[in-house]
């Protein structure tokens, strides 16, 4: 006959064993888990959303179609300006903006609030007035906007 201390021993050690099993089960998903491809950035879904921030920020002075006001509010539509320099957009839009500027051979002097947006916000509606209005631009991510806000 098996002492109960026997017993208790066996069943620690049991419990030992598969806790140590769990655990390395654990470690396994983790480690391959940091191998998976992550997800590739959807410019189009970016887009879509962005076109709703311009909506609700940029269409009072920008107009509807981006072309702006002449002399005024500078077009984004053909903008020889908004696509010479992602990074400059990007503060821009984060930041503000005063002072003179020429946009498609017009002078501007005028000054842009800085508008409260995420990160994410502010890449998707960059992501929108760089592939809209006849601009064809790359994707600005929203970590080249967090990096732009330091």
């Not at 502010?122 to 006849?134: A, E, T």
């Amino acid at each position: 006959m098996r002492s109960p201390s026997f017993d208790f021993v066996k069943s620690i050690s049991l419990n030992m064993k598969k806790g140590i099993v769990f655990f390395v089960l654990c470690l396994l998903t983790i480690t391959f888990s940091s191998f998976q491809k992550k997800t590739p950035f959807d410019l189009k879904a970016s887009i879509s959303r962005g076109q709703e921030i311009y909506s609700a920020n940029c269409i009072a002075c920008h107009m509807e179609k981006g072309e702006g006001l002449e002399g005024v509010f500078p077009p984004l539509a053909k903008s020889d300006y908004l696509m010479a320099d992602k990074k400059r957009s990007i503060v821009q839009v984060v930041k503000g903006v005063s002072g003179p500027m020429k946009v498609n051979g017009v002078d501007y002097n005028g000054e842009m609030t800085a508008f409260e947006l995420t990160d994410t916000q502010v890449s998707d509606v960059l992501n929108y007035v760089r592939n809209s209005f006849g601009n064809k631009g790359g994707a600005v991510l929203s970590t080249e906007v967090l990096a732009a806000r330091k």
